[in-house]
């Protein structure tokens, strides 16, 4: 392990009375290939207060093998262009017909007088 911080629910909420077993799930994201290990503690409400309070252990999970998916990568900005062309097309198109109603006011008003 990097020893970095993982991305995730820092704190997930989850109550487990005593005696009983809990299962918290959550996602984790990693933007590095490699293996990493996910090193959990838990957090007694003491310890919010007071790091240095007697905690309820940790665990760590499985090794995870992490692998860059190079199929996604080449379309990440596609999405955004098509976004941004439409949205100029629409703007292009409002002014053309604003400029055309106007003209067309202009028109009539030189025909009233």
Do not use: H
Not at 70 to 96: A, K, N, R
């Amino acid at each position: 392990s990097t020893g970095e911080s993982a991305e995730t629910n820092n704190y997930p909420d989850a109550l487990v009375e005593a005696g009983e077993v809990g299962e918290i799930v959550f996602d984790w994201r990693n933007s590095k290939s490699g293996t990493e290990e996910l090193k959990c503690i838990i957090l007694t409400p003491m310890q919010i207060v007071d790091e240095y309070a007697f905690g309820g252990g940790n665990i760590t999970s499985e090794t995870v093998n992490w692998q860059i998916n190079e199929e996604d990568e080449g379309l990440s900005y596609v999405i955004p262009i098509i976004i941004v062309m439409i949205m100029g097309i629409i703007s292009i198109g409002y002014v053309l017909v604003n400029r055309a109603n106007l003209d067309q006011e202009t028109i009539v008003e030189d025909v009233v007088k």
